[in-house]
């Protein structure tokens, strides 16, 4: 993030606090500079109404709410109403993000409402800090490390964006705790409390306020080991795990990214170079998500999961690990290449998310099953998710634009309006647009005088031909340079106008692309999901000549109707609306298999993301089908127990789930019914293997079995 402090004052607090004996390292210097906020405009767009819905949802939770646990804790009045949720339950609490995301749109927008409840939550939380410095919200949180950086970085945003007089006492009453207290075992891998996130936070502490205490307690969770493999190109699931947890192993490569910042040593540029391209190539899919059942993998167990889980991507934690990824590899290397993750993420991550429910419950999983999938917002409120959004969707104020000596570059397409200085003159470029449903975009350069500046725009990877323009109406030669930008310097004067022209096309993109299947269907940069009323569509699409066998609807932009059967729609996946099926991974293994959203189950049943499951005797879940058997998916764990199985009302069988383990494959079939309709019900048992902990039940799905 960018520190506000220049260079050489930098080096100078370096020295002054002791980094280094003799010459401190020079820290590293950005490439590009973001504009941190402050100077766009978001115009009318997707994103703008997504921005100003998710900071109104923000501002309305009240304030009392939201202390209310804290000061009880203390010991102080605390009227207001429980949050529910992970929030009241201390379950990787969000407090401090709510104040990070406010913070940031307050930069963004300058509007008071945002400054005002920083300012009063800051304070009134400050009141709530025990003498010893101890700060949770309750006596029992369960992620003390997850806990405490997301409130450094809520107070870090406070001080940079809202100028909090108070904050930077808290912040250091905090950390003095933090040292003393916080366990620094450290283990590798899974960790839950996250303790390996904690250094980003701290270094940008450091920047913010010059104190060294910050720089030195930051260094403490470098987590050297994972991130050495990546800046040495060694495999990181040998030796060691053979999963990751998806959100927050690609969120700790941020403290890579300001610990470049702040020392300036090339191995962690490395480590983001290198962990970027691992990513794009062995971990993302079509829409920029990643980390199915949260986990990064290797390549068969990714594509297992794909088929067999509903949790396929984290989507506001993910999305905003990788806003901040791109935006350090953007600004410390200049080279536009890193943009398209960023713009997959938008168009596609959280960009295509629904609005979250008045009980602060979010779309915390994206669904990109072959089997098919509907978007629904997940059944606890206040998670993770509902910390990361508001600073995610304030980040798009800060991902359009970057700047430097040379001029002004272009990240993002989108309606948009930069302010700032051209070798000293004040120049303001509106960037009119309806992209990607048109793959026009127009600047307008207004200036007081005739100002000498570059403006570069990201040449896309996706692009399908030759990008071409006009200024002022004569056409432009466009080359891309070394760095993936189109560069057009010019002694700018008022009125200037560049035409941009991004050619799309339709096309697929494999999961593996040794084999057919799944893939996704894209144009351009936006991911398209199928609808179709009955049946999986997957041997309807001709992945090889999508051109030839789509016709787009004249008045649905960017939607496309197959030639040979109408009722086959294509349409980006951000339009689907909650609850509305849709398949946006396609594989016609997938097409008899559907989730456990397509059956009915009884009260008492729990969503778990990649099934539903239950303990509770004579629990039922019934599903309706056709053909001449039926296969029951799910996992075997060591706490579950045993159903009775009923076709069509008769008993065929008693169905123990439990697998000496956590996660182990599970699936059960009948076979020999006659053609036609039938019923299945499943019953939970009072009885369990004698060497289950529990009694619970879980379906992830059924899969019919055809005639024939």
């Known amino acids: 993030m960018k520190s506000g402090i220049s260079i050489l004052v930098l080096v100078g607090l370096m020295l002054v606090s002791g980094m280094a004996q003799a010459a401190p390292p020079t820290p590293g210097k950005r490439v590009l500079e973001p504009f941190d906020y402050r100077g766009v405009t978001l115009e009318d767009g997707s994103l703008k109404r997504q921005f100003d819905e998710t900071r ?69 939380w400050g009141k709530c800090i025990a003498t010893d410095g101890y700060f949770y919200f309750s006596n029992a949180p369960n992620a003390r490390h997850y806990i405490y950086d997301k409130m450094v970085g809520g107070l870090v945003d406070a001080i940079l964006y809202c100028h909090s007089a108070e904050a930077p006492g808290y912040l ?68 060691g795990p053979t999963a990751y947890h998806a959100y927050s192993h690609v969120n700790t490569l941020g403290g890579a990214g300001a610990a470049y910042l702040v020392t300036g040593e090339s191995h962690y540029l490395d480590t983001l170079r290198n962990a970027y391209d691992f990513l794009q190539t062995k971990e993302c899919f079509a829409t920029g998500g990643y980390g199915p059942n949260e986990q990064i993998t290797p390549a068969a167990a990714r594509r297992q999961m794909l088929e067999t889980s509903h949790a396929t991507f984290e989507t506001q934690c993910g999305s905003w690990a990788g806003f901040k990824m791109t935006k350090y590899l953007l600004s410390l290397t200049g080279d536009a290449g890193y943009g398209d993750w960023t713009e997959r993420l938008l168009l596609n991550g959280i960009g295509a998310s ?9 779309l915390y ?29 304030a980040d798009y104020y800060d991902l359009i634009y970057l700047h430097a000596a040379d001029g002004l570059y272009v990240n993002l397409y989108t309606p948009s309006t930069v302010h700032w200085k051209a070798g000293g003159t004040e120049v303001t470029v509106r960037q009119t647009t309806r992209f990607p449903a048109s793959d026009t975009v127009e600047f307008t350069v207004h200036a007081p005088k005739p100002s000498l500046f570059g403006l570069h725009l990201r040449a896309p990877g996706w692009l399908a031909g030759r990008a071409t323009a006009e200024l002022n109406g004569k056409p432009l030669l466009l080359i891309a340079d070394a760095r993936h930008w189109f560069a057009v310097p010019r002694l700018w004067k008022e009125g200037d106008r560049l035409t941009l022209h991004l050619p799309m096309r339709l096309h697929a993109e494999r999961l593996d692309p040794e084999q057919p299947y799944p893939a996704a269907v ?41 030639l040979a059967d109408p009722n086959v729609l294509l349409r980006p996946f951000a339009a689907y609306r909650e609850g509305e099926p849709y398949f946006l991974y396609l594989d016609p293994a997938s097409e008899n298999r559907v989730s456990y959203r397509a059956a009915t189950f009884s009260p008492g049943w729990a969503e778990g993301g990649q099934f539903r499951f239950g303990n509770r005797v004579g629990a039922t879940v019934e599903y309706g089908f056709e053909g001449v058997g039926i296969r029951w998916l799910g996992y075997r764990f060591d706490d579950a127990g045993r159903a009775e199985v009923r076709i069509d009302g008769k008993v065929v069988a008693i169905v123990d789930q439990y697998g000496p383990g956590r996660d182990l494959p599970f699936q059960w079939e009948h076979r020999g019914l006659a053609p036609g309709k039938h019923t299945i019900k499943l019953t939970l048992r009072p009885d369990k293997n004698p060497a289950s902990h529990d009694r619970f039940l879980n379906v992830a799905g059924f899969e019919t079995l055809p005639s024939g």
């Open 365 to 393: 999983y994206s669904d990109y099953n072959p089997a098919g999938a509907v978007k629904h917002n997940c059944d606890q409120g206040w998670t993770c998710c509902a910390g990361t959004r508001p600073m995610a969707i």
């Open 56 to 124: 109104d949802y923000y501002l309305h939770i009240p304030n009392d709410d939201l202390l209310k646990g804290f000061r009880a804790r203390a010991g102080l009045p605390a009227p207001g109403v429980d949050l529910g949720g992970w929030y009241t339950t201390d379950t990787f609490h969000i407090f401090g993000q709510i104040l990070s995301g406010l913070a940031r749109m307050y930069a963004a927008t300058g509007d008071p409402a945002c400054l005002d409840k920083v300012e009063t939550l800051v304070r009134e």
């Open 172 to 239: 250091s009453r905090i950390t003095d705790w933090a040292v003393k207290n916080l366990d620094r075992t450290r283990p590798y891998g899974g960790d839950s409390a996250e303790w390996y996130t904690l250094s980003e936070n701290l270094y940008r502490a450091y920047l913010a306020t010059s104190d060294a205490k910050y720089r030195d307690f930051a260094q403490v969770w470098e987590y050297t080991e994972y991130w050495n493999r990546y800046a040495q190109k060694r495999d990181i699931f040998a030796p």
């Open 522 to 562: 894209l144009y351009g940069p936006v991911t398209l999901a199928a609808r179709i009323p009955t049946g999986n569509p997957a041997r309807k699409i001709d992945l090889a000549h999508l051109e030839q066998t789509f016709a787009p609807s004249e008045s649905e932009p960017l939607t496309y109707r197959l």
């Open 354 to 362: 629904i609005p979250m429910s008045g009980d602060g419950r979010v």
